[in-house]
């Protein structure tokens, strides 16, 4: 097999390994990018449903597939997203490395407005106690004291 169709296997075996983990659903859509030789296709997933949400290529505007291009594939399929009220989304890179016009279409989609991230949510971190609350118990190590002493005197 020649070196461009081992990097197209590849890419295909990766995308598959990505589809394992990721799922879109109504409230968190799949953000699917594909990039070809001539144009970059861009669309927002509800796999549940199996629905396309939203979609948009550099098909249609003068054919261009660089990073120029991606930007305003990025912005335009944000603004359409958020039309459409979609808040957050889960990207699929489709197997592509996450740079170039990849990352270029979702910093600009994140610019308009849709957020990305893992498909849990992080738990909320408790508010740190504040200095002024803190109090040095009688069984504190020494070593403890020098440290709460130097961070009172800064």
Do not use: W
């Amino acid at each position: 097999m020649s070196g461009k169709i081992q990097r197209r296997y590849a890419r295909i075996a990766r995308h598959a390994r990505i589809r394992k983990k990721i799922s879109g659903t109504a409230e968190r859509p799949r953000f699917s990018i594909m990039i070809s030789n001539k144009h970059m296709y861009v669309q927002v997933i509800d796999d549940q449903a199996n629905r396309t949400i939203v979609s948009e290529s550099t098909a249609g505007s003068g054919g261009l597939n660089n990073l120029a291009a991606a930007e305003s594939l990025g912005q335009r399929i944000g603004e359409k997203a958020v039309g459409a009220g979609i808040r957050q989304a889960v990207v699929d890179r489709g197997g592509f490395r996450f740079h170039g016009r990849v990352r270029a279409i979702v910093e600009a989609a994140q610019g308009a407005g849709l957020q990305f991230g893992s498909q849990k949510a992080a738990p909320a971190k408790a508010a740190a106690e504040p200095a002024e609350q803190a109090d040095i118990s009688e069984d504190t190590v020494p070593g403890e004291q020098a440290a709460a002493d130097i961070e009172e005197a800064s």
